[in-house]
């Protein structure tokens, strides 16, 4: 994990409060823990790349942005330091490396309450749920524009013994820092006890 302060370079630039966790780079504009998150950028698959003219600077090339589309985009960023420009630079370069929690454990479509939807008359809307390592992705359709991202170390599994529904407590929100509750429905028993399995081991992880 890496924490700092560095310069977000744009149309304008603007000095960001930078946090990596496994893959995940994301900003906000201040060290607080509560504080708004603003963007959250997937390195895997990415480049790092030193800055041919402007000193103590990087470029990631072709991150994926979180709630956004699936193309990637380069983002150049600003170290303080002739030291601290190593460390995330040599951080990043190890983020943008990571393809074995890449796998694809399981995916399908499941319901998810508290939506806009109408399916059953309780407000639950259909999303394309992938889980990789200890990560679960949903959008609205295989493909499409994310949605959400939930980490779902240190949640919990509940499952119902008289429906197709389970709950998922505690997971992080978009690298959030606090965690919710989410009721999900899969379409079937048998896809509910594959997700159900697979959801217990991923809240049992301790990769970073």
């Known amino acids: 994990m890496m924490e700092g302060w560095l310069l977000k370079r744009g149309k304008q630039d603007h000095r960001r409060y930078c946090s990596l ?4 780079l994301s900003w906000k504009t201040s060290n607080d823990t509560s504080g708004e998150v603003l963007g959250v950028l997937d390195l895997r698959g990415s480049k790092c790349v030193p800055h041919a003219k402007v000193p103590l600077t990087f470029t990631i090339e072709g991150g994926i942005p979180l ?32 393809k074995d929690k890449d796998k694809v454990q399981q995916k399908g479509y499941l319901l998810k309450e508290g939506g806009k939807g109408f ?22 359709h295989e493909g499409g524009k994310l949605s959400g991202q939930l980490d779902l ?50 809240c049992e992880s301790q990769e970073i």
């Open 119 to 140: 399916l059953s008359g309780k407000g639950q809307d259909k999303r394309w749920f992938e889980l990789k390592g200890h990560i679960v992705t949903y959008s609205e």
């Open 153 to 202: 170390r240190g949640a919990r599994v509940k499952c119902s013994s008289e429906s197709l529904s389970f709950t998922l407590d505690g997971p992080i929100l978009n690298v959030q820092k606090k965690g919710k509750s989410y009721e999900l429905a899969a379409l079937t028993f048998e896809e509910m006890r594959d997700w159900t399995e697979k959801l217990k081991k991923a």
């Open 67 to 98: 709630n956004s589309s699936k193309m990637g985009k380069d983002y150049t960023l600003t170290a303080d330091s002739e030291e601290t420009f190593k460390q995330w630079k040599e951080a990043c370069e190890k983020a943008c490396e990571l």
């Open 21 to 24: 966790k496994g893959w995940n």
